[in-house]
Structures are given as C-alpha cells and as structure tokens.
Nanobody
Framework: QVPLVESGGGLVQAGGSLRLSCGASGRTFSGYALGWFRQAPGKERETVAAISRNGASIFYADSVKGRFTISRDNAKNTVLLQLNSLKPEDTAIYYC????????????????????WGQGTQVTVSS
C-alpha cells in the first residue's frame, strides 16, 4: 500500500491559481509513475496530468494544457499540480495516484493503470 494524501484544494475565483500537493508518508515516490485526476459531479473520473517515473515524460489533458503544470520532487516524496487561469469547469475533486508499473520513461494516461489513490481534495472555481 502507498498511502497518498492530497492537499491544497479550496475555493478560488475564475482566473485564480491553486497549487495541489500529494505526498506519501514513509514511502519513496521514485519507484512510481504519478498522475493527477479529477471527477466532477455526475461525470467520470478524467486524467488531468501524468508524469513518468523518471520525470522525463509528461502528459496533459487538452483541457488543461498551458494552464496546469505537474512536477515531482522525489527527494521530498511529493508530486505537485500547479493550477493557473482556473475556470469554473475545473471545479471537481482532484485525486493523485501512483502506478507501480516498472517502465521508467512511460507516462500512464488511464486511471486503470494506477494502483494507489488518495482521498481527493476539492477544487471549486467560482465565476
């Protein structure tokens, strides 16, 4: 098990910014590919951004390209998601997840490829 804990969500006006953080106490992140996902009420969970185990490959959903940035700090066992230029349609519960698939350079885009999940943090963007 990899206990993931997200933080940094909140209420922000459209155009504002938030920074989400995800950590795993007692476990090292260097052996996992990581991703951020979100789920809005009545909608399926969607991939927001993902980063490979070695950090060399990154994926962004088209809806967030140019606005969100994913990064990882293996020394601090954290993965960050910087959310800029937020829109009301970004409102959702945001989850981080870890995949223990071994390919170091590969980024995994599907939620089904992730093995460990956090409890989520709410992001609400008001218009």
């Amino acid at each position: 098990q990899v206990p993931l804990v997200e933080s940094g969500g909140g209420l922000v006006q459209a155009g504002g910014s938030l920074r989400l953080s995800c950590g795993a106490s007692g476990r090292t992140f260097s052996g996992y590919a990581l991703g951020w996902f979100r789920q809005a009420p009545g909608k399926e969970r969607e991939t927001v951004a993902a980063i490979s185990r070695n950090g060399a490959s990154i994926f962004y959903a088209d809806s967030v390209k140019g606005r969100f940035t994913i990064s990882r700090d293996n020394a601090k066992n954290t993965v960050l998601l910087q959310l800029n230029s937020l829109k009301p349609e970004d409102t959702a519960i945001y989850y981080c997840a870890a995949s223990d698939r071994t390919t170091a350079w590969r980024v995994f885009r599907s939620p089904n490829e992730y093995d460990y999940w956090g409890q989520g943090t709410q992001v609400t963007v008001s218009s």
